[in-house]
C-alpha cells in the first residue's frame, strides 16, 4: 500500500542552524502539507502546496520557513536559523485531487531537537 | 467558538465495550469528514472516512455523519487494548483544503 515517507526521524540541531525535512509523497497525489506538533499539544498545519506553489500557510510559517518540490517526488521544509520553540514533530502529508479523493494520509514524522 | 471541539477525555471503556467518540464542528462548508487514531509519539493514522449524512460501517469502526448539526462521531464495537489512543476529528473543506485538528479525545480500554 502506497504510503508517505519522512527523513529523517529525529534531527537535532543547535540553536540558529538551517535544518531541511523531507518527504516522499504517494505518488500519485497533488496536494502537499506539512504539519507539526509540539509535545502534548494538538496538531497544527503549516503549508499546503499544489501545483508547485504555496496554496496556504499558516501565521506560524514564517520566513524562517520555506519548502520547495526539488523534483517530481520529494517536497521538503527549510527552517533556516531554528529556534528552540520550533522542537517538534513534523509531519508530511498528502492528498490526491477531485472528488473522493480528499483523504489526507500522514507519513511518520521528523522529530526535530533544538538544543 | 473552536472549529473542532471533542471531549478530550480521558474515555475510559471496558475492555470488549462500545467506545463513542463524538466531535462537532463550525465551518458549514466542510464537506468531507476523517477519523484518525493517534498513539502517543506516532503520527495521525486515517481510519475512517465519511462525505455523507448517516452512518459508514467498516468492520468494528462505524462513523455517523449529521450536517445540520455539524456533528459527527464514531462508534469502536468490541474495543480491544490497542484501540487505546487519541481520536482525531478532521473536518476538511475539498481536496485543496488543510485539515484544522482539535485536540482530540484520549481513549482508554481497560482489560
New interface residues.
Given amino acids: 500500500e502506497p504510503e508517505v515517507t519522512q527523513t529523517p526521524s529525529h534531527q537535532v540541531t543547535q540553536m540558529g542552524q538551517e535544518v531541511i525535512l523531507r518527504c516522499v509523497p504517494i505518488s500519485n497525489h497533488l496536494?502537499f502539507?506539512w504539519?507539526r506538533q509540539i509535545l502534548g499539544q494538538?496538531?497544527?498545519?503549516l503549508v499546503?502546496f499544489?501545483n508547485n506553489e504555496i496554496?496556504?500557510k499558516s501565521e506560524i510559517f514564517d520566513d524562517q520557513f520555506s519548502v520547495e518540490r526539488p523534483d517530481g517526488s520529494n517536497f521538503t521544509l527549510k527552517i533556516r536559523s531554528t529556534k528552540l520553540e520550533d522542537s517538534a514533530?513534523y509531519?508530511c502529508?498528502s492528498?490526491?485531487?477531485?472528488?473522493?479523493?480528499?483523504?489526507?494520509?500522514?507519513?511518520?514524522?521528523t522529530r526535530l531537537t533544538v538544543t | 467558538q473552536k472549529e473542532v471541539e471533542q471531549n478530550s477525555g480521558p474515555l475510559s471503556v471496558p475492555e470488549g465495550a462500545i467506545a463513542s467518540l463524538n466531535c462537532t464542528y463550525s465551518d458549514r462548508v466542510s464537506q468531507s469528514f476523517f477519523w484518525y487514531r493517534q498513539y502517543s509519539g506516532k503520527s495521525p493514522e486515517l481510519i475512517m472516512s465519511i462525505y455523507s449524512n448517516g452512518d459508514k460501517e467498516d468492520g468494528r469502526f462505524t462513523a455517523q455523519l449529521n450536517k445540520a448539526s455539524q456533528y459527527v462521531s464514531l462508534l469502536i464495537r468490541d474495543s480491544q487494548p490497542s484501540d487505546s489512543a487519541t481520536y482525531l476529528c478532521a473536518p476538511k473543506r475539498s481536496s485543496a483544503s488543510k485539515i484544522i485538528f482539535g485536540s482530540g479525545t484520549r481513549l482508554s480500554i481497560r482489560p
Avoid: L, T
Fill in positions: 496536494y502539507y504539519y494538538k496538531v497544527e498545519f499546503s499544489y496554496s496556504e514533530m509531519f502529508a492528498n490526491g485531487a477531485g472528488s473522493g479523493a480528499y483523504e489526507q494520509y500522514f507519513g511518520p514524522g
